[in-house]
């Protein structure tokens, strides 16, 4: 059975520092994996999309690595701002097509940037 | 991207009542979904909400307590039915294209508490 653990849960740090948030999942047989941001009310908002062959994506400060063969995945935020507040959530897609759908989530880690 | 509307965003309601959530999307999609996220818990998914048929529902989940409709591609809704305060969590819609490799999209939930 897959799991997905994100580690720390929650972190808290100066604005303008680099920071990394880990996602760890036990089953290696993964379509992709998918970084989300949840804010409070609004819902979860897709950061990154990394394919199984893929191993690293890029979008603006964030960078999200996936080395499938160790069952691990980072997060990178650069130069850290209040405005990153957030719970981050980690999630794999399980091969098969009969999981289109299915998104195995962890259970997050929540950043607080202080200014 | 899709934009994905939910209503009630959020909902108290009584013991032994039913609530119906609903789910609209601003195109037409292939693959609808509802997830739920109890209380200091992560996302997980309840079912596919499959057009013009019964949804697959994930172990764990039935439909005579979650009853799905999909009658169109834009449109879905979910009943919680019989509600206990065990019910009381987010509950999330959720589209994504037919290929496993599409982002998938999240609505801003509905937050539900029973009494």
């Known amino acids: 059975k897959q799991e997905v653990t994100q580690i720390p849960a929650a972190l808290s740090v100066p604005e303008g520092e680099n920071l990394v948030l880990n996602c760890s999942f036990t089953?290696?047989?993964?379509?992709?994996l998918q970084w989300f941001r949840q804010d409070p009310g609004k819902g979860l908002t897709s950061l990154l999309l990394?394919?199984?062959?893929?191993r690293e994506q890029t979008s603006g400060r964030l960078n999200a690595s996936l080395d499938k063969s160790s069952g691990r995945s980072t997060l990178y935020i650069a130069a850290s701002q209040p405005g990153d507040s957030a719970t981050y959530l980690c999630a794999v897609r399980p091969n098969g097509s009969s999981n289109t759908g299915k998104l195995i989530f962890g259970q997050g880690t929540t950043l607080q940037v202080k200014p | 991207s899709a934009v994905i509307s939910q209503k009630p965003s959020r909902d108290i309601c009584q013991r032994g009542t039913s609530l119906t959530i609903q789910c609209q999307v601003d195109s037409q999609v292939t693959m609808m979904f509802w997830y739920r996220q109890q209380p200091g818990q992560s996302l997980t998914l309840i079912a596919t909400a499959n057009q013009g048929s019964e949804a697959t529902y994930e172990s764990g989940f039935v439909i005579d307590k979650f009853p799905i409709s999909r009658p169109n591609l834009t449109f879905s809704t979910l009943t919680v039915s019989n509600m206990s305060p065990e019910d009381s969590s987010i509950y999330l819609c959720s589209v994504a294209g037919q290929l496993a490799k599409n982002i998938q999209y999240f609505g801003a939930g509905t937050r539900l508490s029973v009494l």
């Open positions: 990394i394919q199984s062959s893929q």
């Open positions: 089953d290696s047989a993964i379509y992709n």
